[in-house]
């Protein structure tokens, strides 16, 4: 009897229950893949679990969580990670919307100047780290062989062994990595604005750099939030580039929080306390997503 | 009567039949064994595991390797062996793990099988009574091994006419009277590893030890000297001042110290053993015929002391045929299987009489003089947390060798982070 009302149900759905059901792969696709692993971190963030002792698992409440706070590995980590956000992200957003711009001027042949802008987007970030460790090497790097050409500097320049200059040549690096991905979403942003706009306004004896600040940036605005989200929260996580260029070294001078999660987690195989970082990890990108969300929300 | 004790002849008959069955079925021993990385020769091994085989036809083996360094099997291993997995019997492991595994419990102690520490390590190198003996007990046997050798220009010591040295100090005046001698820019007096890799561990040791000094005690606990390894860091930039050692030594990876040293740019390198044959063999090396091998030297007052490395065979704590898989891993430690392997793949002896074996010095020549070389050896620290330890260690000697942190600082570090972690 109930077997043939469900049949019946299955057969001539509500609309509530068509919606549940067609949302239901999506859904379990989802707990499956993210929210699993999510609880699993944060349930192990609680336990002393090191997989080196074999001493299994242990409760240890928010203890991890109160050394984390304490931990000057993990606020120098999330300094290097916040700076590399914060110089990257922006240095990003100024190389790709030159590239962008440059890209959208009339050439003839446009298949060229999208291939270019498309190769380093192409290309996989560890890599580019390993292809710029080269560049940036002391003896061997085409760097100090053009600083040197030039005339400059007896003594060669220690990039990646100077903490100053080897953070430098990381956000360069990833400056160069991520600025063709802005520069592929602002150009459709840019050949979405109309022609005609800009005819308007040379009409009104508008110059370039008016017309650039009035209509330019104002109609790409939404790409740029869309092209700042991303990049923001791939440079929250940044870990390949340091760690193929430098492993975060000086010391651990160029070592952000993806970085210092790996160590703890697969070097020292701590997981509890690598779980704890994490769930700390999160909570930033979080945090750094919810504003954007917002501000996109008022856009809207 | 008579009908039942036929039936209970027949009763016992067939009871025999099964218990001969199951003998039989038990005879054939299936054990599989991780046999490390492309470098640990799986190949060589497989050989070995044939001989067993036939000479002991109810034993099938089968090999699993996997993770090209030290450190990628340690993550895999760890994976494995904290899943208390019963599939793998025997483990061929780093000479920097079997305190950590066993410490976990996830070795089988040997004495059993193999006798009391003491008498069992007798015919060793003796870097593995500290090394494969943990808590009192036979945690691994010796596979083959490894060592930090000081290769050295020999051409250019004739020359010279410079006799090998034996402290830091006389290398590094050897190395400035080369240096001035030859006249070229690119000329490195000594290379070693400064970049953050394992090698640098030895780095930090090498000084150290030919203090007459211990990282640690027997039972692990971290009895670091400040002062005796700040001055061994103090050696190393006191050479990069003077030009022995190059400026970016921070960058420097086992591979360049191979490269630099095939290219003629250097008098004196510190590497593995694996090196010989890339300076000896390989087409590219300009330094053929004039490379030969020294002990360490020593701090002055000290004693030389090197590096050891090299792989152990251990039986799993979890292993469902232990007495079968303790069998093999003696049979893969006796000195036949040593010599087998020095023969056939040029890897280091774990026995001291191996290595004066005539068919291994006809082999090897260069054997001979690796081994006063592998008898100072020692072990790196023994811990359970080696990843860490190894990370402390060789981050903080990379970054005093940057310059960026001083060695006062750099010690002070090491001591307190691993003082949480060895005790």
């Known amino acids: 009897m109930a077997g043939a009302s469900l049949i019946e149900r299955l057969r001539d759905p509500s609309e509530t229950a068509l919606g549940v059901l067609l949302l239901a792969p999506a859904f379990l696709l989802l707990a499956l893949i993210v929210v699993y692993p999510i609880g699993t971190l944060i349930f192990n963030s609680f336990f002393d679990l090191r997989l080196s002792g074999g001493s299994g698992m242990k409760f240890v409440g928010l203890e991890n969580y109160l050394l984390v706070l304490e931990d000057a590995d993990f606020w120098n980590a999330t300094w290097n990670t916040v700076l590399i956000t914060l110089i990257t992200v922006p240095g990003a957003l100024v190389a790709g919307l030159g590239l962008a711009l440059l890209a959208n001027l009339p050439f003839r042949r446009q298949w060229p100047v999208r291939l270019a802008l498309l190769l380093p987007w192409a290309l996989p970030l560890a890599f580019a780290g390993l292809i710029f460790a080269w560049f940036f090497h002391t003896e061997y790097g085409v760097v100090n062989d053009v600083v040197r050409r030039l005339g400059f500097g007896s003594e060669p320049t220690m990039w990646l062994l100077r903490p100053g200059w080897a953070f430098a040549a990381i956000c360069l690096t990833i400056v160069w990595k991520t600025s063709s991905f802005m520069a592929l979403i602002l150009l459709a942003g840019l050949q979405m604005i109309p022609r005609s706009l800009y005819e308007a306004a040379q009409v009104d004896g508008a110059t370039r750099w008016q017309q650039f600040w009035q209509i330019t940036i104002p109609m790409l605005m939404p790409s740029i939030i869309v092209a700042l989200i991303f990049r923001t929260i791939t440079a929250l996580q940044t870990f390949d580039i340091p760690y193929t260029m430098t492993k975060g070294g000086p010391g651990n001078a160029t070592e952000t929080l993806a970085m210092l999660i790996h160590k703890t987690t697969i070097d020292y195989l701590d997981v509890g306390y690598g779980s704890t970082l994490a769930v700390f990890m999160f909570v930033l990108s979080l945090a750094v997503t919810t504003v954007y969300l917002r501000r996109i929300g008022r856009q809207a | ?423």
């Open chain 2, 1 to 423: 009567m008579q009908r039942r004790n036929l039936m209970k002849a027949l009763a016992l008959a067939a009871g025999m039949a099964a218990a001969a069955g199951t003998t039989a079925a038990f005879a054939q021993t299936a054990l599989r064994v991780f046999s490390g990385g492309a470098n640990q020769r799986p190949d060589l091994m497989r050989k070995l595991f044939d001989q067993y085989q036939a000479a002991n036809p109810g034993v099938k083996i089968e090999i699993e390797t996997g993770g090209a360094t030290s450190e990628l099997q340690r993550q895999y291993l760890s994976t494995v062996l904290n899943a208390k997995d019963s599939a793998i019997d025997i483990y061929m492991i780093d000479i920097v793990n079997p305190a950590q595994y066993f410490g976990a419990g996830w070795l089988e102690p040997l004495n059993a099988y193999v006798g009391n520490p003491a008498d069992a390590m007798k015919p060793y190198l003796p870097v593995y009574l500290q090394s494969n003996v943990v808590d009192g007990k036979v945690a691994a046997m010796p596979g083959f091994a490894d060592a930090m050798f000081m290769y050295y220009r020999k051409d250019l010591l004739d020359k010279y006419k410079i006799a090998e040295p034996k402290t830091w100090d006389e290398l590094a005046a050897a190395s400035k009277k080369i240096q001035a001698g030859e006249g070229n820019p690119n000329l490195q007096g000594l290379s070693i590893q400064g970049a953050p890799i394992e090698g640098a561990v030895c780095t930090f040791l090498l000084p150290y030890w030919s203090q007459g000094k211990e990282f640690n005690d027997a039972s692990g606990k971290l009895t670091l000297d400040k002062a005796a390894a700040v001055k061994g860091l103090n050696q190393w930039l006191a050479m990069v001042d003077s030009g022995v050692i190059k400026r970016n030594v921070a960058e420097v990876k086992t591979p360049d110290t191979v490269n630099e040293f095939k290219a003629g740019q250097v008098v004196f390198a510190i590497n593995w053993g694996f090196a010989w044959d890339r300076f000896q063999v390989d087409n590219d090396s300009t330094v053929k015929g004039k490379v030969g091998v020294m002990p360490l030297p020593a701090m002055a007052g000290g004693k030389s002391a090197t590096c050891v490395g090299g792989w152990q065979w251990a039986v799993s704590a979890f292993s469902k045929n232990k007495a079968e898989a303790a069998k093999l891993v003696k049979f893969m430690s006796t000195p036949a299987a040593s010599k087998f392997l020095a023969v056939e793949g040029s890897l280091l002896p774990v026995y001291q009489s191996v290595y004066t074996d005539p068919d291994v010095v006809k082999a090897v020549p260069w054997f001979k003089d690796a081994s006063n070389v592998v008898i100072a050896g020692k072990s790196r620290p023994l811990s359970k947390d080696y990843g860490q330890v190894s990370d402390v260690v060789r981050t903080t000697t990379s970054a005093v060798l940057a310059r960026t942190k001083k060695p006062d600082d750099g010690v002070g570090e090491i001591q307190s982070r691993l003082a949480r972690v060895m005790r």
